[in-house]
């Protein structure tokens, strides 16, 4: 059974930091491509992604600098640091895998609510 479970969510001030986890389970984690989304109004938002060695990232124009998307294929474990945080990055976070060339396979979390207000 395919599991993708986050942690790490929480309330926070802005300026301040947060690790989200996404816990795998259930499929090979090391040959899937992954990424952290998160809920913009009428549709998901790409935040941060890795390739499935972790060799290659990229992120959203607005989180450039201040989160850090890792992995660690040994622990089946999926992070996002999350440096200076604004009002504005507060929001549902989602995990994501995908694998196969139309993305196949592609699994989600059930997510994890990120609030950053003083």
């Known amino acids: 059974q395919v599991q993708l479970v986050e942690s790490g969510g929480g309330l926070v001030q802005p300026g301040g930091s947060l690790r989200l986890s996404c816990a795998a389970s259930?499929?090979?984690?090391?040959?899937?491509?992954m990424s952290w989304y998160r809920q913009a109004p009428g549709e998901r938002e790409l935040v941060a992604r890795i390739?499935?060695?972790?060799?290659?990232?990229n992120y959203a124009d607005s989180v450039k600098g201040r989160f850090t998307i890792s992995r660690d294929n040994a622990k089946n474990t999926l992070y996002l640091q999350m440096n200076s945080l604004k009002p504005e990055d507060t929001d549902v976070y989602y995990c994501?895998?995908?694998?196969?060339?139309?993305?196949?396979?592609?699994?989600w979390g059930q997510g994890t609510q990120v609030t950053v207000s003083s």
């Open positions: 994501n895998a995908k694998y196969g060339p139309m993305n196949d396979y592609d699994y």
């Open positions: 259930g499929f090979t984690f090391s040959s899937y491509v």
């Open positions: 390739t499935s060695a972790g060799g290659s990232t």
